[in-house]
């Protein structure tokens, strides 16, 4: 059948009914299959062969967002009464990114071959999470697909906007840190050696502090591969452990925490994650207590997780969310308060979506505080660094007066 393979880009090249040379690009299973297809449109293909991959990139690596614009895509052609399976070839038609086309028409496949589309979506776990397939499944069985795919492409297109922000705000502190520290490097082991050639003719005592400049820049020029290599293995060892060791996990999560500015976006990010997760769960019909075992999952924080499972089963015991949340003591008053709200009102997933809002909200508002207090404070600590080694070089050319 030819649903049971695999479609491939195929590049063709023949002649149109009226004999015009045409040529193009079509997916396919086959090339006895591609000509057939041809044949139809009143082409007769002359040459069919596999579309050649490009040198460098040429199966990119499907992504979260990749996923979020799949999704949304999918519930579009759904909302819109395209079938299923040809929802699936005008989604993966209209792509670039190969390695994502050919994950949709794996799925295609299974689910033309009579697998349900939450059963296709689980053989596939590290696109498709367990909260994922879950709410796909429950749209299955209520008959509202498409409205259950609307609140997953909306839960993903905000649940990646806020990984956005988070990833903005470390990124710039980040990357300008490392721009230090290769200044830095540069500078010790490249310019300072031109300086200490020219100190050894002056025949007096340099300045400590040009001395201790001369014996780090000595030391850099001896070892600097040595610090490279144990500066990699250092921040590779540091994350490989966070991702193994649950204690060290749990050490990074609390510090990340307790950090000035950055402690209070991860703060509100969790807030946000954990409002907007538990809203579309409780929205999609999915019951509570399991609902908050995929909260648990999608805080990114080990110490939320463990508070996250901790008022599951509070609640198990008949506890009310609220009152769970309240006792953890970590959750901030207003969430706290919006979810007993909501559960009084009836109205939980309504009340914390609107809490998810303002969250979000307070990340992008406190992202943008940062970027903008950041600006004078890296250029102090360049201007400290750069600074303070071109002193240290000149303080003996100052003193050369003296000398003489």
């Given at each position: 059948m030819a649903n049971a393979s695999v479609a491939t880009a195929y590049i063709f090249k023949g002649v149109d009914a009226k004999g015009n040379k045409v040529e193009g690009e079509v997916n396919g299973a086959s090339p006895a299959l591609i000509k057939a297809q041809l044949r139809r449109q009143g082409i007769i293909a002359r040459k069919v062969q596999k579309k050649p991959k490009p040198l460098f990139g040429g199966n990119k690596k499907v992504k979260p967002g990749d996923i979020a614009i799949f999704t949304r895509q999918m519930a579009t052609m759904m909302k819109a009464g395209v079938p299923l399976v040809q929802s699936f070839e005008i989604v993966a038609d209209g792509l670039d990114n190969a390695g994502l086309k050919e994950l949709i028409y794996k799925i295609r496949d299974d689910v033309a071959s009579g697998t349900a589309f939450a059963e296709a979506l689980r053989k596939h776990p590290l696109y498709f999470d367990d909260l994922f397939c879950n709410l796909v499944a429950s749209g299955e069985q209520s008959g509202a697909l498409e409205t259950m795919l609307d609140r997953i492409a909306t839960y993903k297109e905000k649940t990646e906007s806020l990984k956005a922000k988070i990833k903005k705000a470390m990124t710039y502190p980040i990357a300008v840190l490392v721009v230090a520290v290769v200044v830095t490097?540069?500078?010790?082991?490249?310019?300072?050696?031109?300086?200490?050639?020219?100190?050894?003719?002056?025949?007096?005592?340099?300045?400590?502090?040009?001395?201790?400049?001369?014996?780090?820049?000595?030391?850099?020029?001896?070892?600097?591969?040595?610090?490279?290599?144990?500066?990699?293995?250092?921040?590779?060892?540091?994350?490989?452990?966070?991702?193994?060791?649950?204690?060290?996990?749990?050490?990074?999560?609390?510090?990340?925490?307790?950090?000035?500015?950055?402690?209070?976006?991860?703060?509100?990010?969790?807030?946000?994650?954990?409002?907007?997760?538990?809203?579309?769960?409780?929205?999609?019909?999915?019951?509570?207590?399991?609902?908050?075992?995929?909260?648990?999952?999608?805080?990114?924080?080990?110490?939320?997780?463990?508070?996250?499972?901790?008022?599951?089963?509070?609640?198990?015991t008949g506890i009310p969310l609220n009152g769970a949340m309240r006792s953890s003591g970590l959750y901030p008053t207003m969430l706290v308060q919006m979810a007993a709200i909501g559960e009084e009102s009836g109205a939980l997933d309504e009340m914390l979506a609107k809490a998810a809002d303002f969250y979000e909200e307070a990340v992008d508002n406190l992202v943008d505080n940062l970027t903008t207090l950041l600006e004078p404070m890296i250029m102090a600590v360049l201007g400290i660094l750069v600074g303070g080694l071109m002193i240290a070089m000149y303080l003996p050319i100052f003193q050369l007066g003296n000398v003489v």
């Open positions: 490097a540069i500078l010790l082991v490249k310019v300072v050696p031109q300086f200490a050639e020219t100190f050894s003719s002056f025949g007096a005592d340099l300045p400590s502090f040009t001395l201790f400049v001369l014996s780090i820049s000595e030391w850099m020029q001896n070892n600097w591969l040595i610090a490279f290599i144990a500066l990699v293995v250092g921040i590779g060892g540091t994350l490989e452990a966070k991702k193994r060791n649950k204690k060290v996990a749990n050490f990074f999560d609390k510090l990340m925490l307790k950090l000035p500015i950055l402690g209070l976006i991860t703060y509100n990010s969790i807030a946000a994650r954990y409002a907007r997760t538990l809203s579309t769960t409780f929205a999609a019909g999915v019951p509570l207590i399991d609902a908050l075992k995929s909260v648990a999952g999608a805080t990114g924080n080990v110490v939320y997780e463990e508070a996250t499972l901790k008022i599951r089963d509070a609640v198990a």
